[in-house]
């Protein structure tokens, strides 16, 4: 089992920045991939940026250039700078890891950018 908790989400005017943290515990080694979703009123989660336990990441379109993923295995963290944020940013914003083959989430953290 792992657990996830996230925390750094609130309330930020558009053009500001945020910065998200999710800590791992439980079967940290078994973690493979990282990564930060987020869901929307009325819309499906997506997949925001992602990040492998060898470093590599990946990003939405339309975050690309100005959120950045990183994650710091010697203590089991993983976070998400946001810069340059825009209404449409404006989500629950939820922490997740693939391990074994199964998914754990977080319980998410709001996100709202104001214009």
């Known amino acids: 089992q792992v657990q996830l908790v996230e925390s750094g989400g609130g309330l930020v005017q558009a053009g500001g920045s945020l910065r998200l943290s999710c800590a791992a515990s439980?079967?940290?080694?078994?973690?493979?991939?990282m990564a930060w979703y987020r869901q929307a009123p009325g819309k499906q989660r997506e997949m925001v940026a992602r990040?492998?336990?060898?470093?590599?990441?990946n990003y939405a379109d339309s975050v690309k250039g100005r959120f950045t993923i990183s994650r710091d295995n010697a203590k089991n963290m993983v976070y998400l700078q946001m810069n340059s944020l825009e209404p449409e940013d404006t989500a629950v914003y939820y922490c997740?890891?693939?391990?074994?083959?199964?998914?754990?989430w977080g319980q998410g953290t709001q996100v709202t950018v104001s214009s």
């Open positions: 997740h890891a693939l391990a074994y083959g199964r998914n754990y």
């Open positions: 990040v492998t336990s060898g470093g590599s990441t």
């Open positions: 439980g079967a940290i080694l078994s973690i493979n991939t």
